[in-house]
Each structure stands twice: as structure tokens, then as C-alpha cells.
């Protein structure tokens, strides 16, 4: 049977990973990425609806991903850019952990937490806030502080700090016609911001490291975590929105952490989504521990300048995997209409 020349391009387009930059003097790509290049390819392709991915080593800042560069529906995981300027604006003094923010009718939010059921005046401190945000996700905490922030500057510092895809357009409603186009970012966009925190330049080294615990006390870990071996220390945030999964995050396989984003959209199933990101997890976690190994038999630790630039900004074309090359632009997908989850 003959494919239509068109199919092809489509699936030979869908096969393209992310750009990566070898380490300079680096001549070959290490057996355990390629490896893991030929893997993450063949499962992307089979992928249950639109996905993006991206994986990156921390140390030397090999990267690694699936349409990384794709703008898609952040859903909770935007609450990571939210703790950003949060943080940012405690180290200018603008008001500290302990300052105490009011409920008010309009920040409450059904969709996730138990934060919404408190009575209108009661006040939290921006600690207890902060918490709630991000360990169970609680949609009117969030609410809080993006009116204590204000939701311009949280734009205005993720497009100073490079990110080309990610903005918050509204506060957090999980129910309305625009909820999937309010919460945008990309893989690529949050892994830049992750991988600065795991090396503690994200706003300044106090900061990153409250991030990074406040990170480590999710509590919803039914995606990266599940796979991983019991006691495996992940800081990730999860994201949950109709037909959309998402968990990004910092795995610490030993002393050599790796940053991985994975996004999925117009899932045709929420179970579906779930196990193709487990799936991505296990993959991950395999080989950045095979490469771990292989960089200390083979002495292979590049100091960050030679790696990438920590403040350099997320890349933008996806290109061939480990090593750049130019290749053709992803064919978009055509917009689908959300349904409801579960």
C-alpha cells in the first residue's frame, strides 16, 4: 500500500527530538544519550495526543526532548513562574514569608484545594500560601498571591529570565472558555527555569533552595514519581486541565540531578496521559543514570560555561536530538475542543 506523501512528512516531523548542544570538544555523542535518543524518538511517536518533552542533565546541560519548543496549555504547572516572581519580590523587600494576605470572594477557585471553602476576611501568611500553591496545588491560594504579586510582573520576570512561551492571562479559573489558553508554556521554558533552580541561580541561592523544598513536598505524585524506585527524591509540580497532563520537575538520581518537562494535551484519555508520562519518566531515569556512570569511567565532566550558559535562554526550534542539525519545522496540529475530566 502506498502512504500519501503527505502522512510521511507528518510522521517524519513527529519524529524530530529537540536541539541539544554537545559540550565543546565533545566529538561523539555518549552511548547512553544515543541511546536514550533512539528510545524517547520511537515512544514519542506513539504518544496519546499532543506532546512536548525535555530532559536535560544538570551538571553538563546535555539536552534532550520531543517538540520541546511547543507552546502548550501549562495548566498547574504556571504556578512555578507564580513562586518565581513571589520570591523575587521577597528579596526586594516588597513584604516577607510571614505577611499575611486576605481571602477575598474573587480569589476563590473550586477546581483544586479546600482553600475556596474559607470564609471571605480570613487571612494566611504568604508561607502557608506558598504551600498550598504548590504541594496540593490549591487553585484560590494561588489566586492570592498572583493579586499580591500582580499578574503583570510575573510576565515581565519570565520574559526577563528568557522564557519565550510562558504567561499567565488571567488568574486560576478551572472552569470557562478561555482556561486552556490562559496558562501557557512550553517544556523548554520550564526546564530553563528548573535547571537554574537545581543550580541555585534562580533569583539568588536562598531563594532556589526554598523553591526546591517547597517543590519536594508535592503530594501529588502519580506521574514522574510513580515509576521512579521507592526513596527517589523528586521536586516536581504537576498540572491537571480536562484533556491535559503535566509534570515537570528536578530528579536527584545520587549527586547528579536532571531536570525533565513533560506536557500532554488533547489526550484521548486522562489514563492514557498518565501512562505515557510514566513511561517517559522511567526511560529518563534510566538512561541519565547510565550516562552518570559513563561520565565517571570516562572522566567526562565539563564545567557549566563549556556546557551551556546557566542564564542563557531556552531554545526555541526543535532540532535533532544531542547534536544541532537543521531540520524541517513541526506541522501544527489543528486546536480541539477540551473535554471534561473524569
Do not use: C
Not at 533512539?38 to 546535555?62: E, K, W, Y
Amino acid at each position: 500500500m502506498r502512504v500519501p506523501r503527505r502522512l510521511v512528512a507528518i510522521v517524519v516531523s513527529l519524529a524530530v527530538p529537540f536541539a541539544v548542544g554537545l559540550p565543546a570538544g565533545a566529538a561523539n555523542v555518549p552511548a547512553p544519550l544515543a541511546d536514550f535518543q533512539a528510545q524517547l524518538s520511537a515512544f514519542s511517536v506513539r504518544a496519546p495526543g499532543h506532546v512536548g518533552i525535555m530532559v536535560q542533565d544538570v551538571l553538563t546541560g546535555m539536552t534532550t526532548g520531543f517538540n520541546a519548543g511547543a507552546e502548550m496549555p501549562a495548566a498547574s504547572t504556571i504556578k512555578i513562574p507564580v513562586m518565581v516572581e513571589v520570591f523575587r519580590q521577597l528579596g526586594i523587600r516588597k513584604f516577607d514569608l510571614n505577611t499575611r494576605v486576605k481571602l477575598r470572594r474573587s480569589d476563590k477557585d473550586w477546581g483544586s484545594g479546600d482553600l475556596a471553602r474559607a470564609r471571605v476576611g480570613s487571612s494566611y501568611p504568604v508561607s502557608r500560601l506558598l504551600d498550598l500553591m504548590i504541594d496540593v496545588s490549591d487553585n484560590t491560594a494561588t489566586n492570592m498571591l498572583i493579586r499580591l504579586v500582580g499578574r503583570p510582573h510575573i510576565n515581565q520576570e519570565m520574559e526577563e529570565l528568557g522564557l519565550t512561551h510562558t504567561r499567565l492571562t488571567d488568574f486560576i479559573r478551572s472552569r470557562g472558555p478561555h482556561i486552556r489558553w490562559s496558562l501557557r508554556s512550553s517544556p523548554a521554558d520550564m526546564a530553563h527555569l528548573l535547571r537554574k533552580m537545581a543550580r541555585k541561580q534562580l533569583i539568588d541561592e536562598w531563594s532556589s533552595g526554598e523553591m526546591l523544598a517547597i517543590l519536594s513536598g508535592q503530594q501529588h505524585n502519580g506521574l514522574l514519581p510513580e515509576p521512579l524506585p521507592e526513596g527517589t527524591q523528586i521536586a516536581h509540580k504537576t498540572g491537571t486541565l480536562h484533556d491535559t497532563l503535566n509534570d515537570v520537575g528536578i530528579v536527584y538520581e545520587g549527586a547528579d540531578p536532571y531536570v525533565i518537562a513533560v506536557m500532554t494535551t488533547d489526550l484521548r484519555t486522562l489514563s492514557s496521559g498518565r501512562r505515557f508520562i510514566r513511561g517517559v519518566s522511567r526511560l529518563a531515569y534510566d538512561a541519565l543514570g547510565r550516562f552518570a556512570v559513563w561520565r565517571g569511567v570516562n572522566d567526562f565532566n565539563p564545567d557549566a560555561e563549556s556546557a551551556a550558559p546557566t542564564d542563557a535562554a531556552p531554545p526555541t526550534a526543535d532540532q535533532q536530538m544531542w547534536t544541532p542539525q537543521n531540520v524541517p519545522a513541526p506541522v501544527a496540529e489543528p486546536a480541539t475542543t477540551p473535554t471534561p475530566a473524569p
